[in-house]
């Protein structure tokens, strides 16, 4: 009797579809000098703020230029903060197949929109950790009625983020438009992660890691100040600043 091989070996692979850890880095120059120089400003204050992230690199700005980009240095500039070069999106067909022998796996082009106070060198648009799957099929609100523990995290896409209960230190609670957290935020909120700027987070309790509106962010490495930390308060974008006022 012949055996069953093809049985045995379907249960040796599935295949799914997953949503992958990313930091989008949006280059504004071919030079890879230029990009570890405007890293070590950008992350002067936090230099622990990557921990070997995967990352995309956006060729957007540079698709008019002529002339080939040194990948293999780019990257290398990358690494040395921590993160890991995966992908490349947004260049010309040059371009793209010159990231393609480097090493760099093809990513469909951004859907948002950009604003003049969008574009940042260095956007974080998802991080994923131990990740609950919380799928948005459009606009709209989720709500999270549970604590959020160290190493978890949930990503509004498309939506606003209602949380009911703790955000802890070590999680991470991320939206394409407005966060409000109605208890203790210590963990990290990335609101308009997207590149809306008109978002804002909003808590009762202000005590986090990092608070993050457009890619434009504030770490614990600069303390908060008293008439916020532990108080109801919101944070907002005036410009490029980040404006983090007691809630009244």
């Given at each position: 009797?012949?055996?069953?091989?093809?049985?045995?070996?379907?249960?040796?692979l599935?295949?799914?579809?997953?949503?992958?850890?990313?930091?989008?880095?949006?280059?504004?120059?071919?030079?890879?000098?230029?990009?570890?120089?405007?890293?070590a400003?950008?992350?002067?204050?936090?230099?622990?703020?990557?921990?070997?992230?995967?990352?995309?690199?956006?060729?957007?700005?540079?698709?008019?230029?002529?002339?080939?980009?040194?990948?293999?240095?780019?990257?290398?500039?990358?690494?040395?903060?921590?993160?890991?070069?995966?992908?490349?999106?947004?260049?010309?067909?040059?371009?793209?197949?010159?990231?393609?022998?480097?090493?760099?796996?093809?990513?469909?082009?951004?859907?948002?929109?950009?604003?003049?106070?969008?574009?940042?060198?260095?956007?974080?648009?998802?991080?994923?950790?131990?990740?609950?799957?919380?799928?948005?099929?459009?606009?709209?609100?989720?709500?999270?009625?549970?604590?959020?523990?160290?190493?978890?995290?949930?990503y509004?896409?498309?939506?606003?983020?209602?949380?009911?209960?703790?955000?802890?230190?070590?999680?991470?609670?991320?939206?394409?438009?407005n966060?409000?957290?109605?208890?203790?935020?210590?963990?990290r909120?990335?609101?308009?992660?997207?590149?809306?700027?008109?978002?804002?987070?909003?808590?009762?309790?202000?005590?986090?890691?990092?608070?993050?509106?457009?890619?434009?962010?504030?770490?614990?490495?600069?303390a908060?100040?008293?008439?916020?930390?532990?108080?109801?308060?919101?944070v907002?974008?005036?410009?490029?600043?980040?404006?983090?006022?007691?809630?009244?």
């Open positions: 009797m012949a055996a069953d091989t093809a049985g045995t070996a379907r249960t040796r599935e295949l799914k579809s997953a949503s992958l850890p990313v930091v989008a880095v949006l280059l504004r120059s071919p030079d890879p000098a230029q990009l570890a120089a405007d890293l400003d950008r992350l002067a204050d936090d230099p622990g703020f990557f921990d070997h992230d995967a990352v995309l690199i956006d060729l957007t700005l540079l698709r008019e230029l002529d002339g080939a980009l040194d990948f293999p240095a780019l990257c290398a500039a990358l690494r040395a903060h921590c993160t890991l070069p995966v992908a490349v999106r947004g260049g010309n067909p040059a371009q793209m197949a010159a990231a393609a022998e480097a090493g760099l796996a093809p990513a469909p082009d951004a859907a948002f929109q950009r604003t003049e106070a969008a574009p940042r060198e260095v956007v974080r648009e998802v991080q994923v950790e131990v990740p609950i799957e919380v799928p948005v099929p459009g606009p709209g609100t989720l709500v999270i009625d549970k604590p959020l523990r160290s190493g978890q995290q949930v509004a896409r498309g939506a606003d983020l209602v949380v009911l209960a703790v955000v802890s230190f070590g999680a991470e609670v991320i939206a394409d438009g966060i409000h957290v109605y208890a203790p935020l210590r963990g909120a990335i609101a308009g992660a997207r590149g809306n700027t008109a978002a804002r987070i909003f808590t009762t309790c202000l005590e986090p890691q990092l608070v993050s509106i457009a890619g434009i962010y504030r770490t614990t490495e600069v908060m100040p008293p008439e916020v930390l532990g108080k109801p308060a919101q907002r974008l005036d410009g490029e600043k980040l404006l983090i006022e007691p809630l009244k």
